[in-house]
């Protein structure tokens, strides 16, 4: 029996380029900009938790600045003040609890260059009018100090732009210009008080002529020089500069004398990080990270790398080289300019990002090993935990989310999951006389059919949702939900007024066709509601008490009681909704019996990133970012043992180190995993069964044995008996008793033997699916290419089971972003939704087996 995956790319991706980055005190969060986006990443678990959006769709943010709060440890994303600045000349405060804007401010300056926090808990702020302005954001008036975000003075003006801005402990301001000054200033005087001048003139290779002979000659121009940034080593008094014309400058703050000069870059140098006193790094528009050390008495420089779990000693390469400050070496870690450097001090990683839309994170202190040196590659468009593909029940449409707009496609999925090799109907064979849902109308090619354009001023779509049947559409943006009806047989969007418009939304999901699951703050508190689309109705759902911010609701349906749920099916356990926290907790939740319960979590370094149910919902599997899974019983509510093991852990040859699982997929015993990188499958080929204890006298075998020697003693005893009737009744007594026992499992939950039994009562609903074997070119066929500008490629991949390998990659080397399952005819088709991105460093990379 074949089965297939089917590759749709129609998804594009919009291009970023990031601006500015910056590492939380913590370690555990990176904040990088983009546009008028900032996106929150979680190091430690590796997922993109939330892109927050300005209303204003010419901001662009340059710096970004975290700030804990004092009486807080500062561990978690909520114990932080975030700010941003930009060229569009405001300044913002980010709520971190709600994870939307809080208050904003104007510069009084123009565009906004460079933005640091100074000695005194104030903002420095660079403008294009060439000021430095302080902005205060506590107010110290009262006994407790309480937040604000307002104008405090101006320290300094100059007739050229401020391009740079660097505080000192101190209260000394040094400030790089546009006219080739560094000018040194203090918070308490309006002026500055010295003046670093960097020399304008740049040796450049001059061109030969086609008939010159001789040979180059180093010619001297003049220019301003741009000081795009500035760092201060306390350790030493040494201020470090980079500029417009490569140059990396040590300046010897006493004597305002350049102490070390390095032209290692070919281009503007535009961002400066120091890890230590003793370690820094430089990055530019050549694409180029470079690592200066200062040799001293020792060059081993220790670190608690986590990473590692043991003390790291930098390269030694530079050890028997001069004292004093040098150039180690450098590293191309993404293609493209690299606009911003961020620093991680506690875990040792160096962080670059510029104009293809990725970021690389290095190990600092395996800067050299070209094999240890990556920590992560994450690229934003691709690794986004809320969905950008949401598609119907039948998986005939599919809504892709975009910054402002979203497209309806029709997936012709049956004509795909159908049709043979050689089925490569053209497009302009369709007429216009057949109906939509026509089988033989479309071919092996999607077809949009809308386009849905939001109002840019509301702010970038957070999330987009297509209802079971596809005619109900909610859009959530910044400012609100957006309901809107689709009229599938003449094409026709009409909009359904939204009476809730004050309502700060989280997250929301479709529980049935005309109801929508809404998680959103009132009160002081997150709430659960739930709205009606036909009558307009909210209701506040009140079993779910847990008041956490939810990022992501999935909704999973148990499809042996409904193959489509309605609303007068919504009870019964035929609806389980799945929540993901934003503190990495996650709940299931039964609306048969209005309960939740929360799920084990794998450690503090990791988050539950997907779950899947099984076909009646009586188990479930839980994936981590960190790539280890476990089975829980919803029932018994406990982790079931698999091979021995609570905790399973996923190959490092099957998943890319980059990549994050987005969705998973439970069949019977077949469990379909898909991550931004490759889909891959496994099989559950032992079942849950309690353990028998000896020294239980009430239980003396394993259930699934016990249950078929049951079976077979109990058919032998009905044939023999005299009084069939009687029999039957008590031994229907006795099933009675044993189904209303409170303790489903005694003993210790594992995993049994080669096949999967029941678990029991499971098995009359499952079917043993078939083997499947691992992709390669000769399984690809039926590869169909729209005509048109941009070619989208419709790729069909058959797989069938001959493996012997636990874990199977079906596909790899690809970036897919969506993953939905359709069973058909008893085969199981993969739709799945991919994306090209410009760099593609880890298409070349080859993993897996």
Not at 217 to 241: K, R
Not at 318 to 337: A, E, H, L, M, N
Not at 392 to 398: F, H, I, M, Q, R
Not at 568 to 580: E, L, M, N
Request: proline share 2%.
């Amino acid at each position: 029996m074949n089965n297939k995956l089917i590759l749709l790319n129609i998804v594009n991706l919009d291009d970023i380029c990031i601006h500015s980055s910056s590492f939380s005190n913590c370690g555990r969060y990176l904040a990088f900009s983009y546009a008028n986006n900032v996106s929150i990443y979680e190091v430690v678990s590796n997922i993109n938790l939330k892109t927050l959006s300005d209303v204003n769709v010419d901001a662009s943010f340059r710096s970004i600045i975290w700030i804990p709060y004092k009486n807080l440890d500062y561990y978690n994303l909520s114990d932080y003040r975030l700010f941003t600045v930009g060229l569009h000349g405001i300044i913002n405060e980010w709520d971190l609890n709600l994870l939307r804007p809080k208050r904003s401010c104007t510069s009084y300056g123009g565009a906004i260059f460079s933005g640091v926090l100074s000695n005194s808990s104030d903002i420095l702020i660079a403008c294009d009018d060439g000021c430095v302005r302080s902005f205060s954001i506590w107010n110290e008036e009262f006994s407790e100090k309480k937040e604000e975000l307002n104008f405090k003075k101006v320290h300094l003006r100059h007739n050229k732009r401020i391009l740079s801005v660097c505080s000192v402990d101190d209260g000394r301001v040094f400030c790089g210009t546009a006219d080739s000054m560094i000018l040194i200033c203090d918070t308490n005087n309006d002026e500055y008080s010295n003046v670093i001048k960097i020399t304008s003139n740049r040796s450049k290779k001059r061109v030969k002529s086609e008939n010159e002979k001789r040979e180059d000659e180093p010619v001297s121009e003049e220019n301003n020089v741009h000081v795009w940034c500035l760092l201060y080593i306390s350790s030493e008094n040494t201020l470090v500069s980079g500029d417009s014309n490569g140059n990396v400058m040590f300046w010897d703050v006493s004597t305002f004398t350049m102490s070390h000069l390095f032209t290692q870059h070919n281009n503007d140098v535009l961002s400066l990080g120091l890890l230590n006193n003793d370690t820094l790094f430089s990055a530019g528009l050549d694409s180029k990270v470079t690592l200066y050390t200062n040799n001293k008495s020792s060059n081993a420089m220790l670190l608690n790398d986590q990473l590692g779990a043991n003390m790291k000693e930098l390269d030694n390469s530079t050890k028997d080289s001069t004292t004093g400050w040098s150039v180690s070496g450098f590293k191309y870690p993404i293609k493209g300019d690299i606009r911003t450097l961020c620093i991680n001090h506690v875990y040792g990683i160096v962080g670059s990002a510029g104009s293809s839309g990725s970021i690389s994170l290095l190990r600092a202190f395996k800067f050299f090993d070209s094999k240890k040196s990556m920590y992560k590659l994450i690229y934003p468009s691709v690794s986004k935990f809320i969905p950008v593909v949401s598609m119907n029940s039948t998986k005939t449409l599919a809504l892709c989310r975009y910054k402002h707009h979203c497209d309806l496609w029709y997936i012709p999925v049956s004509n795909l999951a159908s049709s043979r090799d050689s089925d490569t109907t053209s497009v302009s064979d369709r007429s216009s006389d057949v109906e939509l849902f026509n089988d033989n109308f479309y071919s092996n090619v999607p077809y949009k059919l809308c386009q849905m354009k939001m109002n840019q001023n509301k702010g970038g779509i957070n999330s987009c949702l297509l209802s079971p049947q596809g005619d109900v559409v909610a859009i959530l943006n910044q400012v609100g939900i957006q309901i809107l009806l689709v009229n599938l047989k003449e094409l026709k969007v009409s909009q359904v007024k939204f009476e809730y418009q004050n309502l700060i939304v989280s997250s929301m999901a479709f529980i049935s066709n005309f109801e929508l699951m809404i998680n959103h703050f009132s009160e002081d508190k997150y709430v659960f509601s739930i709205y009606n689309v036909k009558d307009g109705s909210l209701s506040t759902v009140k079993y779910l008490d847990f008041n956490k911010h939810v990022i992501k609701i999935s909704v999973h349906y148990n499809h042996t009681l409904c193959d489509f749920p309605s609303t007068a099916q919504f009870k019964g356990g035929k609806v389980w909704c799945v929540y993901y926290c934003l503190d990495g907790n996650v709940y299931i939740s039964d609306h048969d019996n209005f309960l939740y319960f929360m799920l084990p979590r794998f450690d503090s370094n990791s988050r539950i990133c997907s779950v899947s149910f099984n076909d009646n919902c009586e188990f479930l599997i839980a994936f981590s970012t960190n790539f280890k899974y476990y089975v829980y019983d919803i029932s018994a509510r406990v982790i079931v043992k698999y091979q021995g093991l609570m905790i399973q852990t996923i190959p490092n040859r099957v998943c890319n180190n980059n990549s994050l699982i987005l969705n998973s997929f439970c069949i019977s015993n077949l469990v379909i995993v898909q991550t931004t990188h490759n889909i891959f499958y496994f099989k559950l080929n032992e079942e849950p069964f309690a353990m028998i204890d000896s020294q239980d006298p009430e239980v003396k075998t394993p259930v699934s044995i016990k249950h078929n020697d049951e079976r077979e003693q109990n058919k032998i005893d009905r044939n023999n008996s005299p009084n069939k009737k009687n029999f039957d009744g008590q031994r229907n007594s006795d099933n009675v008793r044993n189904k209303n026992k409170n303790d489903k499992y005694k003993g210790r939950i594992v995993i049994g033997p080669r096949r999967l039994y029941n678990i029991p009562s499971i098995e009359n609903t499952i079917y043993e699916p078939v083997r499947y074997v691992k992709t390669n070119k000769s399984y690809k066929q039926g590869v169909v290419k729209e005509k048109g500008k941009n070619e989208s490629k419709t790729e069909i991949v058959k797989f069938t089971d001959e493996s012997s390998s636990k874990y199977t990659n079906i596909v790899k080397n690809e970036f897919i972003v969506h993953t939905d399952i359709l069973l058909k005819d008893g085969k199981v088709n993969i739709i799945s939704f991919k994306a090209n991105i410009k760099d593609d460093f880890v298409r070349k990379k080859r993993y897996g087996n």
